[in-house]
């Protein structure tokens, strides 16, 4: 089975069982605020630690369930434009329901300055160590993939590369978070902020540039131009970088999230902040330029553009109702290569 | 299988008053069907669990903070009609079970019968419900006609009065006779707990009703009983949840 | 065979009735979930079919109850352990939290 629906189970089990927790906090909150219950209002008996348990116990998953997709997306890229099978498939496989379980036992570190008992704390920042480790399984099974592959630098792939390096950064922060006493100075600073950019844009939303990039001639039967689309990525990772990585230094110096007005010895990295936003910014605006333009004026692109050998690549261009006129049998391992037809790689759709 | 000439799979009707079942078109058998909607539904039972745990965990977490609260809050609650409430749910869980069961075997008059008795189950449940509420409100433990009302702060102190929490024969006292500790929180987690649990109680009641019409047509027979199958899903899960509320807000204390 | 399930949990039912008559202490909850938790299981493998159902349909079911849990262990734990550290407060004295929830000036009924 491919990574991606892997990836996709992974976050289905944590969508069933997280969401509902959601549910019902804010079905108590509502009634808090409706007819005063006292839940969580302390002037009625009630804890509002109980409520940050409640909160995130769903919110910690939340984010894995926005990060295990774009895993996905990463780990179907990796493969596909280095044409060489995932290193450590079945790994990846497992790591990404080694994370689904683990993070449900790491909610309270988003709670470490709230009050809760100390060995609670203990409890969480242990347990959130562990869940570093299937994530790093991931990276580095990536990066081996990519070990002596047939590397091709297309623009699907530099935003592939972008992400390995920008989600490693983005993955070690978070482990520094993660260290109880640390996270005593850093909570609600920048540094958090500086860390979660880079682990939700930094990381999911360029996996899902890349996703675009990758499926966009399967979706549209159309190429981007790929000399824009390079410039727009390496825009984007400069941009990215200059705006989020002072983030991290002004956090640990103390700069605290959320606040207007700051001491003048924050401003330089205020003002390398929006310049790099600047950047990024027009990076993303090149990119859904072309992105559009090419709907308009681009060149048809091949029937397998980049040589996948996944159903996703063997379906026709605009994929039919039901995707396939039948269920289609597979044969083969799922990223054997041998079985790529070369030719379809450079004859164009239609 | 689809849109290219194939026939859709029909399930015959094993009888003149039953009507035959067209099989979902992007499933290949009515066995694949099946177990697609069961497992999608026991996921959504899932759900639920994790729902109602939360208030669960609500529960044990205040209960923890005020056990002197919680023990003479729950001796407020009439633990003879929790009982009979318990003992009409489980009744009906069994006559929603025989429901399922006579579906199954294509027995027309006994689904149709076992189906509205426990319909019937769920409306005295609702009307022992609604008895045990009005008890609430008379003795000031949680007015209902009251509960959206402000709550009164008192400036500087941040104390302040509930509308709904009047306590008229003060009965949450302890033993020196000084008021408990947020001696209304039992009640709100009480009257939350059993509310949804209610609402929940309704809807596996309109649920049943649906399905009652479905029977009445014939739609359900052995080779085709699903949605009676998921809704008795669906019943039990209310009477679990009931079997777990009745010894903790009736009993324990 | 449902007839006899559904006799047996009446008579469970009764059980926690009386065992709620006796007072075993701290265990008082504990023996009350206990004796939910098999009716609760009666009332799953029987009346839902879960004895005869797929492994599947088993493990997803089942695993709520294990996610739900870690909600209760952790949230539970957290309170219990809050106040350790602080000598003053370490025992559970009957109306002792008032420290951290200061009493309304005014009491709360009218």
């Known amino acids: 089975m491919p990574l991606f629906v892997w990836a996709l189970y992974a976050t289905a089990l944590l969508q069933v069982l997280a969401t509902p927790v959601l549910g019902i906090t804010v079905l108590l909150v509502a009634f808090e605020r409706l007819y005063h219950i006292g839940i969580f209002d302390p002037r009625l008996g009630g804890d509002p630690v109980l409520f940050e348990h409640f909160f995130w116990f769903y919110s910690h998953p939340a984010v894995y369930i926005m990060v295990l997709p774009a895993f996905g997306i990463i780990s179907e890229l990796v493969s596909v434009h280095s044409r060489k099978p995932l290193f450590g498939y079945k790994l990846i496989a497992f790591s990404s329901l080694a994370i689904a379980i683990i993070s449900f036992l790491v909610w309270g570190h988003h709670m470490f300055t709230s009050g809760q008992s100390t060995y609670a704390m203990f409890a969480f920042s242990f347990l959130t160590f562990f869940v570093a480790i299937p994530t790093a399984i991931k990276e580095f099974s990536w990066v081996a993939t990519i070990w002596k592959g047939s590397i091709a630098l297309n623009s699907p792939m530099l935003y592939t590369l972008a992400f390995l390096i920008i989600f490693a950064i983005g993955g070690l922060t978070g482990v520094i978070l993660g260290a109880l006493n640390v996270d005593l100075h850093l909570h609600d600073t920048y540094f958090v902020v500086a860390h979660f950019h880079y682990v939700m844009m930094g990381s999911i939303a360029l996996a899902f540039f890349a996703g675009l990039h990758h499926w966009w001639p399967k979706m549209f039967g159309v190429m981007y131009n790929e000399t824009l689309a390079k410039i727009a990525c390496v825009t984007i990772f400069v941009g990215f970088n200059v705006t989020f990585l002072p983030q991290f230094e002004m956090g640990s110096q103390g700069m605290p999230r959320r606040y207007a007005t700051y001491v003048p010895e924050f401003q330089p990295y205020h003002s390398a902040s929006t310049v790099g936003a600047i950047i990024l910014g027009s990076g993303v605006a090149l990119m859904v330029s072309y992105l559009v333009a090419s709907l308009f004026i681009g060149k048809k692109a091949m029937q397998n553009q980049w040589g996948g050998v996944t159903l996703d690549w063997l379906t026709p261009t605009p994929p039919p109702l039901e995707n396939f006129a039948h269920a289609p049998k597979v044969t083969t391992e799922v990223y054997d290569y041998s079985t790529l037809d070369l030719k379809s790689t450079q004859t164009p759709i239609g | ?253 | ?110």
Not at chain 2, 75 to 102: P, Y
Not at chain 2, 113 to 142: D, N, P, R
Not at chain 3, 58 to 63: A, G, H, T, Y
Request: hydrophobic content about 50%.
């Open chain 3, 1 to 110: 065979m449902f007839t006899n399930v559904l006799i047996v949990l009446l008579i469970l039912t009764a059980v926690t009735v009386i065992a709620s008559r006796i007072d075993f202490g701290p265990a008082n909850m504990l023996i009350a979930m206990l004796i939910a938790s098999v009716k609760a299981s009666l009332v799953i493998l029987f009346f839902m079919h879960m004895k005869w159902d797929t492994a599947i349909n088993k493990i997803v079911f089942l695993s709520s109850f294990l996610f739900l849990s870690l909600l209760f262990i952790f949230t539970l734990a957290d309170q219990a352990t809050r106040r350790i550290d602080h000598p003053m407060h370490a025992t559970k004295a009957k109306v002792s939290k008032e420290w951290a929830y200061p009493k309304p000036a005014m009491s709360e009924k009218h």
């Open chain 2, 1 to 253: 299988m689809s849109h290219d000439g194939h026939h859709s799979v029909v399930i015959p009707a094993p009888g003149p008053e039953f009507v035959p079942h067209t099989v979902a078109h992007h499933f290949d058998t009515p066995v694949q069907e099946f177990q697609s909607a069961k497992l999608g539904f026991w996921l959504f039972l899932a759900t639920e669990i994790l729902l109602f745990g939360g208030l669960f965990a609500a529960y044990f977490y205040y209960h923890d903070l005020y056990p002197e609260t919680f023990r003479v809050g729950g001796q407020q609650l009439d633990w003879k009609l929790g009982a009979v409430n318990t003992s009409v749910l489980l009744l009906s869980s069994w006559t929603m079970a025989m429901g399922v069961r006579s579906a199954q075997t294509s027995q027309k008059q006994k689904t149709m019968l076992f189906c509205a008795l426990t319909v019937l189950g769920a409306v005295i449940f609702m009307v022992i419900k609604f008895f045990e509420y009005k008890a609430k409100t008379e003795h000031g433990l949680f007015v209902f006609p009251h509960m959206f009302d402000n709550y009164q702060v008192d400036g500087s102190s941040n104390a302040g009065s509930l509308a709904w929490f009047t306590d008229v024969h003060n009965v949450m006292v302890d033993e020196t006779g000084a008021p408990l500790l947020h001696g209304h929180l039992f009640f709100a987690i009480y009257v939350t707990m059993t509310a949804i649990h209610g609402l929940h109680v309704i809807i596996g009641a309109g649920l049943i009703l649906w399905i009652m019409k479905g029977v009445a047509k014939g739609r359900f027979h052995a080779g085709y009983y699903l949605p009676v199958d998921l809704v008795g899903l669906y019943w039990h899960l209310v009477d679990l949840i009931w079997i777990f509320l009745f010894p903790l807000l009736y009993l324990v204390p």
